[in-house]
């Protein structure tokens, strides 16, 4: 089968395989289509991150490099293994990608998205999404429900990123929420807050198309940072702030930006990963008893379909729309060039593009 295998920074190679061994709690889906994920693009810019180190191997999974990429994925399952349960051949699936150990402090709290083993399909794993086919645990696999297209199953993963910080926020109905970068994180949240129940949604996004789809997906007000000073307008708008805001970039001026633009005693969520000094003061938080609060994924291990199914529910039911999002559709021969060299560069349009194999 053909697989797209990263052997480190700038290379990604797309090469003829075995398919990987099915084994007993596992299942073979031919793969239907993957999203290149915000991820993907830093391993292939500056990894190993989340894929294993050159010459070592994966604590949990034991795979080292070159690994299959893609985590964000769905299609039809074609193989079962002889102790899997709750899946057949011909199911239409997606997957939650995150394997744990389940023997660390965190497994043993329950908070198993915060394992120290983790690994994750796709990214530390024997297999991938950007392939004709992947293996993955029975466990982990998520029914799509009749009449929600299969494609649209490689948007539950990134979809369930914004329900998990949502819930993570403590957002009430009714509350009014800022969103800091519509990307496909950024979006996801638009999505997952108006369907929570938000009275209003801002969004600050220096790109005009994706000004447009979030827009397009609940967003009341778009703003250009670039051009408009989108916290003043906010906080105008608010009588001093949001209730709620979300911050998925992972840079310091839309992380400052959604600390100021949030009332006193508000709540910021920080979804965007980064290593990036942020430039954040104490009294920023302290004297206006603001509380900013981490949002790492998802559910996974015992409740990896948890969120999943609520976002296949909302995808059932039209809440959530992945169409406006999906910007792209390519081959796995192009992933390189159509895919990961489009989304990185800084004047692209896209939001997600979809990998078909």
Do not use: W
């Not at 447009?212 to 000073?229: K, M, N, S």
């Not at 209730?243 to 965007?272: H, L, M, N, S, Y």
């Not at 021969?333 to 990961?340: L, R």
């Amino acid at each position: 089968m053909r697989v797209a295998n990263y052997y480190g920074p700038g290379d990604v190679r797309v090469e003829s395989v075995s398919e990987p061994d099915l084994g007993p709690d596992e299942v073979r889906i031919e793969i239907a289509a993957c999203g290149i994920c915000g991820t993907d693009l830093h391993e292939y810019e500056e990894g190993p991150d989340l894929t294993p180190e050159e010459d070592t191997s994966h604590p949990l999974t034991g795979v080292s490099l070159p690994v299959p990429l893609g985590h964000e994925f769905s299609g039809t399952v074609t193989a079962v293994g002889d102790e899997a349960e709750g899946v057949a051949v011909g199911d239409e699936v997606t997957a939650n990608p995150a394997m744990v150990c389940g023997d660390c402090r965190y497994c043993a709290e329950g908070r198993h998205n915060l394992c120290e083993s983790v690994a994750n399909t796709g990214l530390s794993a024997k297999s991938g999404g950007f392939a004709e086919s992947a293996v993955v645990p029975a466990d982990n696999v998520v029914q799509l429900p009749d009449g929600v297209p299969v494609e649209y199953g490689a948007l539950v993963e990134p979809f369930s990123v914004g329900v998990h910080a949502t819930r993570r926020s403590g957002m009430q109905t009714g509350d009014s929420v800022a969103v800091f970068g519509a990307g496909p994180i950024g979006i996801s949240i638009v999505q997952a807050a108006t369907a929570a129940g938000a009275k209003e949604v801002f969004v600050s996004e220096p790109r005009a198309k994706r000004r447009e789809i979030a827009e397009e997906v609940g967003a009341r007000t778009t703003l250009d940072p670039t051009t408009t000073e989108a916290v003043d307008e906010i906080t105008d708008a608010t009588d001093g702030g949001v209730d709620v805001a979300f911050e998925a970039v992972g840079i310091e001026p839309t992380f400052k930006a959604a600390i100021e633009a949030t009332k006193r005693g508000g709540q910021i969520t920080a979804v965007g990963i980064s290593d990036d000094d942020v430039g954040l003061t104490p009294n920023e938080l302290v004297v206006v008893e603001r509380t900013i609060t981490g949002s790492n994924g998802y559910l996974s291990g015992p409740l990896a379909d948890r969120e999943f199914e609520m976002v296949t529910s909302f995808l059932e039911s039209g809440e959530f729309d992945p169409e406006p999002m999906i910007t792209a559709r390519i081959s796995l021969e192009d992933i390189v060039e159509e895919g990961f060299e489009k989304l990185l560069d800084p004047e692209s349009e896209h939001v997600k593009i979809l990998v078909e194999p």
